[in-house]
């Protein structure tokens, strides 16, 4: 379907923000306050993220703010009698991938029936709007696809403890693929992984039964000034940051060599807007990441390297759940979009620690 936006880069109209108080959501909010004549955020400003449990001074001024939970009727309720979105970005979520195995019920509940409540809140006020966002998720593909030397292509599926244990990190006599939404099958791991497909499938089932238009986009790693320096479940980069800043050594898990698409939050934030102002969109899922991998080992070095803090160093451990290899194939965004990613991980390393190395109450990890 072909939408109605005449202007893509100011569609105008209103644009409802889920969870857009997080990280991803201040990072878009003066893209949006651009676009779009009113900026509406439901966020419960969860204090695992928000610890002063205040509105994030990095969300534009523009952007109203109702603090309420995505997973109550009510909420939905109390919004839409007075917001008619033209367009909703559905950023709100339960994130910590390890947190996930342990508290399973919060994170479906939050992702997964916060999404439903906000579909069927649209429905109940009558106010659908013209296109959903979904920022879904690579932990949907768990390890992804993998090919022997032969060509052939298959999935490994999760990693078991016993071969953890062995130290066997890779699956033998074989490659990884880069996850690419029309060719790698979902399969999580984890049950954030779970919960994110989920969200994908609930959306798309609803959309496409009242011609709403979607825009799902798989977002791999992202990093970036804004960060959460507080919640310990997330953010393997601003976590690395505050052991070099104190003097650590940073401890690589595995062998050091798993690899990663660590995305710059500009270039995701730029996805997103792009997502939500394109005249045109196509409804499967996109990739969204830098469009290559690097190894953990290599962003360590690079952080240990702006501290002048010592070598990192490989431990051997490993964390339930974590996937060996993930990037993406970004083709697909840059062709239905025209969005491409501007950042190197050296410059986005060197961002996110400037922003970090001004932070007046950050604390060395
Ligand atoms: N940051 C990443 O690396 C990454 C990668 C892939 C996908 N994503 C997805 O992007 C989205 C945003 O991620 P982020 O990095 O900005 O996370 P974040 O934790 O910084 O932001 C999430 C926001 O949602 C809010 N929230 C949580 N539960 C809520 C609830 N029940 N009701 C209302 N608001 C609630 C939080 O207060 C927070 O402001 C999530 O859907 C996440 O799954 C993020």
Redesign the pocket.
Known sequence: MVTSVANPTRPGGTVLV????????CAISPALAEAFDRVVV?????PQ??SSGERPSELHEAAELIV????EADTWDKVLADVTPDVVI??????GTGQSLEESTRHTH??VV?TSQLLDGLNRHGKLPRRIVL?????IYGEGAWQKADGTVFYPGQRTSETLDKSQWDFPDSTPVAMKASETFPAPVSVYGAT?LAQENVLQAWAKAYGVETVILR?????GPGQ?LI?PY?GIMSLFCRMAMGGKSIPLYEDGEVRRDFILIDDVASAIVAGATSPTVQGEPMDIGSGEFQTIGTAAKLIAAHYNAPEPHVTGQYRQGDVRHAWADVEAAQRVLGWTPRYNLAQGIERLATWIDAQPDVQPA
Do not use: C, M, P, W
């Open positions: 889920t969870g857009g108080a997080g990280f991803i959501g439901v966020d419960n400003l969860h993220i928000h309420a939970d995505v997973a559905h950023l709100a979520a339960e994130t939050v992702n916060g920022s879904s998720s690579r932990a994110k977002l791999q790693n992202v990093y959460s919640n997330t």
